[in-house]
């Protein structure tokens, strides 16, 4: 069984930076890409940025330049650096990883979410 499991979500007033994580534990054989979802109340989840197992990159055009994402494949961990928040992204960001496991199958995993609320 694999989980994932996000932190570092909270409290940031608009412009103020907040750091994400999510530690994939469990029978992991490796991990392929791993993402950053977010969904505001009424709205569908959107896709943040997403990071493959060689590094490579890739952002949604409204954090362009604002969030970096990047991975420890050691610790199986992902991370989304977040510099000058705007109130309106304020949602729940989940984390999403393609995973092998030891039996070699393939699965997709979400973590439960943190929840990001920024104030004006």
């Known amino acids: 069984q694999v989980q994932l499991v996000e932190s570092g979500g909270g409290l940031v007033q608009a412009g103020g930076p907040l750091r994400l994580s999510c530690a994939a534990s469990?029978?992991?054989?490796?991990?392929?890409?791993m993402d950053w979802y977010r969904q505001a109340p009424g709205k569908q989840r959107e896709l943040v940025a997403s990071i493959t197992s060689g590094g490579s990159t890739s952002y949604a055009d409204s954090v362009k330049g604002r969030f970096t994402i990047t991975r420890d494949n050691i610790r199986h961990t992902v991370y989304l650096q977040m510099n000058n928040l705007k109130p309106e992204e304020t949602a729940f960001y989940y984390c999403n990883a393609e995973i092998v496991v030891n039996t070699k199958s393939v699965y997709n995993y979400w973590g439960q979410g943190t929840q990001v609320t920024v104030s004006s």
């Open positions: 469990g029978s992991i054989f490796e991990i392929n890409f």
